[in-house]
């Protein structure tokens, strides 16, 4: 990596002007690491601006007061010498904002920086280590290596330890290794706040989603090795809250001792949104079989036109046939 850190120092100490870019329906890991790198680079005299499709969500406030991300960015009056990429996985990711800059995009120095397995190195300087649990990890390691250390004051060591519970889950899932735990356990020597993402993020619930919360265990029922919750446009409504308000709540469930798989259906208007959980047993098959399925790390979910009984009807058959 040593030739590549070279390269990409003389490129940060030439430029004046860095745009900083990074996915859209950004996480912690990528809103962390734009965050940071773009407080490191403001500390050395550089013009930052940061794009992306939408504002920083409201979630991310605790980590930076000040908004930083301008969705309305006009990047050719910018006119950046040098263009970061952070935690997106290719082209596609950067949406709209690469599809109507492009012109610029293509001609201007362009760095990758990424952890994601399926990234292919989309731009002339990458730095892609899937290796990494999380984006914020892989930067940390790159400004050690840039001698940028005296940059990184408390605030910018809690954003680059911003993913702990985003991209490890709190240092449970395997992608969570020695060097993981080095690199936070540096971080926290630069008195990173490391508590406060894992209660902004994991911990804390509104009374509204503890009410949803509740209205979906009351839905609980156990077919052999299947358990199924459903929440009704109803339930959203008397609580308050949105589909938005769900995750989390499968995540914590799913956690229940005896099941194989779990299914959450959510009414959405008139369709439903099926999601799925398993331990053992392959669901991407099962969902697979359904129209409009998609499917992200350990889950799946598909879209049904129909009522909550009518799907639950329909689901259940098939789960029979299947396993
Ligand atoms: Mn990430």
């Not at 991310?60 to 930083?68: G, N, R, S, V």
């Not at 290719?90 to 990424?114: A, G, P, R």
């Not at 809250?241 to 469930?253: A, H, M, R, V």
Request: proline letters at 2%; hydrophobic letters at 45%.
């Amino acid at each position: 990596m040593f030739q590549k850190l070279q390269k990409f120092k003389d490129l940060i100490i030439n430029s004046k002007n860095i745009l900083l870019i990074n996915h859209i329906k950004m996480d912690a890991d990528a809103f962390g690491s734009l965050a940071a790198l773009f407080l490191v680079l403001q500390k050395m005299s550089k013009s930052v601006k940061a794009v992306n499709d939408s504002e920083t969500p409201k979630d991310f406030d605790f980590l930076l007061d000040k908004k930083i991300i301008e969705p309305e960015l006009d990047i050719s009056e910018f006119n950046p010498d040098l263009i970061i990429s952070l935690d997106a996985a290719s082209q596609s990711q950067l949406w709209e904002i690469y599809k109507n800059f492009e012109n610029i995009f293509l001609e201007k120095n362009f760095v990758v920086i990424d952890h994601h397995q399926t990234n292919p190195w989309f731009w002339n300087l990458n730095f892609v280590y899937p290796n990494y649990s999380s984006t914020c990890e892989l930067l940390y390691d790159m400004l050690i290596e840039l001698n940028f250390e005296k940059y990184i004051d408390k605030k910018i060591a809690t954003l680059l330890i911003a993913w702990i519970h985003t991209d490890t889950n709190i240092f449970y899932n395997q992608n969570t290794t020695p060097n993981t735990l080095k690199v936070a356990s540096e971080l926290i020597k630069l008195w990173a706040d490391f508590r406060s993402p894992i209660y902004n993020f994991y911990q804390k619930i509104s009374l509204n989603r503890l009410k949803l919360f509740a209205k979906a265990i009351e839905s609980l029922e156990v077919f052999w090795n299947l358990i199924i919750w459903n929440l009704k446009n109803d339930d959203f409504r008397n609580t308050n809250t949105s589909l938005e308000d769900t995750s989390g709540i499968i995540n914590k469930l799913s956690n229940i001792e005896e099941n194989e798989a779990i299914c959450m259906i959510y009414e959405v208007d008139d369709w439903v949104k099926v999601s799925f959980r398993s331990k053992n047993i392959d669901i991407w098959n099962f969902c697979a079989s359904f129209p409009n399925w998609w499917w992200h790390k350990n889950a799946a979910w598909f879209y049904l036109k129909a009522n909550l009984e009518e799907s639950k009807k329909i689901i259940l058959e098939k789960f029979k046939k299947f396993f």
